[in-house]
């Protein structure tokens, strides 16, 4: 990444085969903590000699460079190195270190490190690798990289205020329904073990040992496992004396119990000890203890993890150790180096374009088995392994003694620009390679390294356009949901009241009798009832219909109209059957349910009453039924 051309503003540089990756070493860098693993040491070496270089690089060009970050891992190594500038400025932040092994049961043989960061409003993530080697591992190579690629191993720190809040939502909807559970399972237990006689049984425990189990769930961490001593005699005894057979299944339902009790008494204490613990975690919260920020940590990355690639830009370097194809021999590949490296004009260029041709790596990526979507600059430059260390000669291991390997383009730099943001918006970064090549003059490693210049456009969002811009996402969001959403209300019932349920089903009778059919309209008034439905919405008609199931046998629904207009309203008809009700019901309840197929659902009540018995009348009602009867029987 370059302002001017010669002066990056950043450095990024990834080291492999830190040190020799015998079992001694790996094991140590995975038990021995801090600096004192061999790697670890190695490590500091490199980080003192690259800043000592950088500095009289400083002093050259006139600008200044701070360590941003180093990863280390074994063999593998990241520094991230930036100008001044940028961080006294503050352009970078939400740094982040990582490090994925990915050698056999968890080892850190192979693997990679990661620097994460913030370039103004662009996220950049720099991956040091080392894959699987061998000739023959190309699956493994392919492995490794999805691995490492897709593990979510980062976190989105702008969710951490969400997250906070949602995390101490979610601990007690969970503690809740944990309990819940509990109750049910318990619940079935003593149904599944005390058919019967479960009740007088309980009962009976109850009233002899309440006072025990009740002060063992809650005051006994110590026992948390059983009941006190005492109590387990008591079910003891009461199980080994002399017993009928009644007795004996009064017993069997005793030590139910008292397992059912037991498992109680460990998940009272658990709700206690996970009370407990919220406490604390809000305790330490209020007081910035590290105990709520792990939590939120925890949560954070279950909510809003993201892994390499899902980065604006990745910049991804390392020995790939992807090789030469086993298909052609190891003499041609020698035979076709010695074409580029002597022939000059088409020959040296068909020569070298053939080897390339069964490069492992392009052949994977050109199958879109590994690194899909990345970009790799044009490769012009011999392979990059393997030499013989110390020889500045330069040329190839071809010594007898030695197990002889294809020389092969191991070490690569890749890139990957995303195309689309967070927000669904096509990315504006870009990225353009400005140089790409192998570095001739090193001589102390069996490879040799390779380096990429870039040049980066990465985007810087004005905080305050940002706001505006959410603000009128929203409004319109809100717009086309108004269009689309209906607001559907209803503020009255259906209520049948004072129905003399005789009469009426004498009527009713009489009808049928007579195969006279009355319409809707000639219905008795008080056997039907209307209710509003109203779509408070300006703009979207509401498609609505009865839910069927929920409309009790005696009542019938009049064939209300399918659809409101928008701001308009209809109304819903509604008449008693009486011939379903049984005499003497006295009263009827129920909910029909308007399912509103664009809107939110309506529930509408229901309810009927018989007419009141004469115990229940007002009291002028009672005395002139008495004066009439008087009356009839001085007659």
Known sequence: MTGEVGEPDIFAIGLQELVDLTPGNVLADKFIAGDNSVGAERADEWEKTLLDTLETFSCVHECKYDLLGHCHMVGVLLMVFVKHQHKSEQRISNLQIKAIPTGALGLANKGAAMVSMNFDSTSICFVSSHFAAHLGKVQERNNNFHEISKRNIFLDRAMQPFAKTQYRSNKKRGQQAERRGNTEYVITTLADHNKGNLLNVKNEINNEKNDNINNNSINNNENNDNLNENENAWWDNDLNHDQ???EKI?????TSLRKSAQFLQKMRQSMLDDDADEDNIQDSDNAGGERAEKAVVEHVEEMGKFSAVDHDIVFWVGDLNYRIKKEIEIGRVYDLLDHVVKDEGENSDEAFAMLLSYDQLNIERREGRVFDGFCEGLIDFLP???YIPGDVGGYYDRRPDKKMRKPAWCDRILWKVKGRGKDGMRNSESVQLLQYRRVNDYFISDHKPVSALFKVRCKKV???????????????????QNRAFASVSCTSMFSFKDIDVMTLMRKQGESAWSREEKSFDALDPSLVQTVILENTSNMAKARFKIRENTVPDWVTIHQPPSIIEPSNS???SASLNVMEIIPGSKRGYGCIVVDVENGNNVVIPVEFNEEEEIENKPLEGVARSLSNAIHAFKM
Do not use: G, P
């Not at 009064?250 to 005793?254: G, S, T």
């Not at 356009?465 to 969001?477: G, V």
């Open 384 to 386: 990059t392994y393997k």
């Open 570 to 572: 209809v109304n819903i």
């Open 250 to 254: 009064k017993a069997e339902q005793h």
């Open 244 to 246: 009928s057979e009644e």
């Open 462 to 480: 004005d905080a305050k356009k940002k706001r505006e811009m959410m603000a009128s996402t929203i409004l319109a969001s809100l717009d086309l």
